[in-house]
């Protein structure tokens, strides 16, 4: 049974940063495409970052793009989000999803509905 698990997440004022951290196990890391999304209240659930099962690709919301960072430790069965000058719009419920496994190593996808597990999600508040 695979399970993720995230933390880091927490309050913290505008134009600061948090990594939060997702780590999966019940299966072998790197035959899973990781995703983060992020879901405010009284809206959809968003994509924010993904990474390919082998780490060697990435892909981020448009409007994210040079803000947010997604990483992974494959040692560590961990994929991280750095998130950097985080605005009050930001705030959200943040989940990490995974998706295989996988014999696609280059795979990236930014539906949710593609995803078999998810986390139970943290919560990041940020306060202008």
């Known amino acids: 049974q695979v399970q993720l698990v995230e933390s880091g997440g927490g309050p913290v004022q505008a134009g600061g940063s948090l990594r939060l951290s997702c780590v999966i196990s019940?299966?072998?890391?790197?035959?899973?495409?990781m995703g983060w999304f992020r879901q405010a209240p009284r809206k959809e659930r968003e994509f924010v970052a993904g990474?390919?099962?082998?780490?060697?690709?990435?892909d981020y919301a448009d409007s994210l793009k040079g803000r947010f960072t997604i990483s992974e430790d494959h040692a560590k069965n961990t994929v991280y989000l750095q998130m950097n000058s985080l605005k009050p719009e930001d705030t959200a419920v943040y989940y990490c999803?995974?998706?295989?496994?996988?014999?696609?190593?280059?795979?990236?996808?930014?539906?949710?509905?593609?995803?078999?597990?998810w986390g139970q999600g943290t919560q990041v508040t940020v306060s202008s």
């Open positions: 999803a995974a998706d295989g496994p996988t014999t696609y190593f280059s795979d990236i996808y930014s539906s949710a509905r593609l995803y078999d597990y």
């Open positions: 019940g299966g072998t890391f790197s035959s899973y495409a």
């Open positions: 990474i390919s099962p082998s780490g060697g690709r990435t």
